[in-house]
């Protein structure tokens, strides 16, 4: 399912595809690979807070994809492509199984490429996963962001309560954990 949208605030063409466990390729796993190794070396090159959470996020949203492909759990890969093809944002969701047919969000990791944020990518891919967890009968589910993402959710009229995460220590600064009421 891809479409492709331009963002007010760029002439730049961005393609978006959601795709199930089973439609994700070989080369979306190898290019989300590079995205993360091009963010941990500007980490490297660069350790403001900003670059080294950046890093550890996209490193932990890999490993996620990685044990969905490999348990073949329940998940969406939500990407974000230019106009060459190369994978600039993402936005991944696991699901699970619980009583009564019923499935719950089990994680959610999304990232955009520095040089290509505030141009409306993040603000796509959450909107299409916010779907993607709808179609699945899903209305409420947790989530832990850092201290930017909630505006995210205001912008697209998402009502969410927010609560302290329970190991902060480990999180970036100013993170937070997200309860999202969808309708």
């Known amino acids: 399912m891809a479409e492709a949208s331009t963002p007010e605030q760029s002439q730049q063409v961005i393609t978006y595809e959601v ?8 080369q979306d796993v190898n290019d989300l690979g590079v995205f993360v190794s091009e963010e941990i070396n500007r980490a490297k090159l660069d350790r403001t807070e900003q670059n080294l959470d950046d890093a550890a996020i996209h490193t932990m949203a890999a490993k996620a994809l990685a044990d969905y492909m490999r348990n073949e759990e329940d998940m969406d890969l939500i990407i974000a492509r230019d106009r060459d093809g190369k994978l600039i944002g993402y936005r991944l969701i696991g699901f699970a199984s619980v009583a009564n047919n019923k499935k719950k969000v089990t994680g959610t990791y999304i990232g955009v490429k520095p040089e290509n944020r505030r141009q409306g990518i993040g603000l796509n891919l959450l909107s299409r996963s916010i779907q993607a967890i709808l179609d699945r009968g899903i209305t409420e589910y947790e989530t832990d962001v850092r201290r930017e993402v909630p ?16 190991d902060p220590e480990i999180r970036p600064a100013g993170s937070q954990r997200l309860i999202v009421h969808l309708k």
Do not use: C, E, F, M
């Open 151 to 166: 505006s995210l959710y205001d912008r697209l009229g998402i009502t969410y309560t927010t609560h302290p995460l329970p």
């Open 19 to 26: 795709k199930s466990r089973a439609d994700v390729t070989q």
